[in-house]
């Protein structure tokens, strides 16, 4: 059962992503023109773009209370915009790091996986939070497929930021399948929690994206 359902929401309820998703919206710019050429520019206006919709509409969903129809499709596009910024994030990974071959085969996994579980979480709109949560653990470490190229490819602080980021990704989705810690239900729950470590999930891949990923195209 999904938090937004319960009687109260928290006082924190959405204020993260809120915050987060203008400073992402603000982003946008300075990630696309730090590149120069189509292609290049279109990949991080895709990333962007994906991050600054997955953080808003996610504030949005959680902070306004909606009528029941409204918020039934606000909480699959809240869900479904997850697999699109964990396929958005592998993008630019993909077209400007890896080797051809490594990159078409992530490019198909993350964006395959993701169409699949975005389409599960429409067909299946009342399935369990435990597992909502798998395919998005599942589609977020598709990378260690290819790990030796990423790595070899990204340096040890790309390949640390990354992981860093799946990680907290991870500890995020397993708060949010088990609803577990919830510290504070009235003010700071679980699901703040939960938001809390995709916000450092973001952040870090973020900074790999901009300051490692980004760079190799123009290099």
């Known amino acids: 059962m999904d938090s937004i359902n319960l009687a109260f929401k928290p006082r924190f309820r959405g204020r993260i992503h809120g915050v987060s998703s203008v400073v992402a919206a603000c982003l946008i710019l300075p990630m696309v023109f730090s590149v120069s050429g189509v292609k290049e520019r279109l990949v991080l206006l895709l990333f962007s773009v994906s991050i600054t919709l997955l953080l808003g509409v ?45 990159g078409k085969f992530i490019l198909f996994i993350a964006w395959g996986g993701s169409a699949v579980g975005i389409a599960t979480r429409f067909f299946f709109p009342d399935i369990s939070s435990k597992a909502i949560a798998v395919p998005y653990i599942l589609v977020g470490w598709s990378l260690l497929f290819v790990a030796a190229d990423a790595w070899r490819n990204l340096g040890v602080w790309g390949s640390i930021l990354i992981l860093l980021g799946g990680i907290f990704y991870t500890l995020g989705a397993a708060v949010f399948a088990y609803q577990k810690p919830d510290p504070w239900p009235r003010i700071f729950g679980f699901h703040e929690v939960f938001h809390s470590f995709t916000f450092l999930g973001v952040s870090l891949h973020y900074c790999a994206i901009a300051f490692i990923v980004a760079p190799m195209a123009v290099s």
Request: aromatic content about 16%.
């Open 58 to 102: 996610s504030s949005l969903y959680h902070r306004i209370e909606w009528k029941i129809s409204v918020e039934r499709w606000m909480r699959q596009l809240d869900h479904s915009l997850i697999f699109i910024a964990i396929a958005a994030t592998y993008t630019p990974i993909a077209v400007f790091v890896l080797s051809p071959w490594a």
